[in-house]
């Protein structure tokens, strides 16, 4: 079983503050990860994708990425309310077409 | 626009009898897959397909089965469903490595 896991929070930060959510994966060999974000009541939407170490940004959200310590982050930036919702990481272990999701990480931003 | 469709939305139905669940995606995706979502226990890989007539199982696919004619839909089958395959299901289209859900199908099994 290939385990992604996340801390499932909740997460509270204020308005205009960074949030960082991690994530940890079990399988050495993964090549991709991306982060998808979740409304109550609605499917998951992608945010982020990244596939090799270090820093990804893309407006507010920078997704960084270690292989080697097995980790794989989000940041938002400036976090706004309409941040809240829940954020899932994806795994897919470069072997084939299963992708692996943690049980995600729920983000309540305060006005 | 580019789409993921899911129908029903919402079912209640009685174990042992046979449904459907339809996908389909405008986007002439070759890679579709079909997940559950229950508390808990996040998204969960139940098939999916590389292109038509090519499936493959995921991490549960126990209870269900699948099929690809078109390269637009991807319908989800339980012949025989029982309570414990009450969930939230989504089905996915896929582009290079990234997903594209449809809207979920929130089924009961009584």
């Known amino acids: 079983q290939k385990e992604v896991e996340q801390n499932s929070g909740p997460l509270s930060v204020p308005e205009g503050a960074i949030a960082s959510l991690n994530c940890t994966y079990s399988d050495r060999g993964s090549q991709s990860f991306f982060w998808y974000r979740q409304y109550s009541g609605k499917s998951p939407e992608l945010i982020m994708s990244i596939y090799s170490n270090g820093d990804k940004e893309d407006g507010r959200f920078t997704a960084q990425l270690n292989k080697a310590s097995q980790y794989v982050s989000l940041l938002i930036r400036d976090s706004q309310p309409s941040d809240s919702a829940t954020y899932l990481c994806a795994v897919n272990p470069g072997t084939g077409n299963q992708f692996y999701f943690g049980t995600g990480t729920s983000l309540t931003v305060i006005p | 626009e580019a789409q993921v469709t899911q129908n029903p939305r919402y079912l209640i139905t009685v174990t042992g009898k046979k449904l459907t669940v339809t996908c389909s995606q405008n986007?002439?995706?070759?890679?579709m897959s079909w997940y559950r979502q229950d508390p808990g226990l996040g998204l969960r890989q139940i098939y999916y397909s590389m292109n038509v007539e090519v499936t493959d199982k995921g991490d549960v696919p126990e209870g269900y089965k699948v099929s690809r004619k078109e390269k637009r839909n991807f319908p989800l089958i339980l012949e025989s469903p029982s309570p414990n395959q009450t969930s939230l299901y989504f089905c996915a289209s896929r582009y290079d490595y990234e997903q594209y859900f449809g809207p979920g199908t929130r089924l009961t099994v009584t």
């Open positions: 986007m002439n995706h070759e890679y």
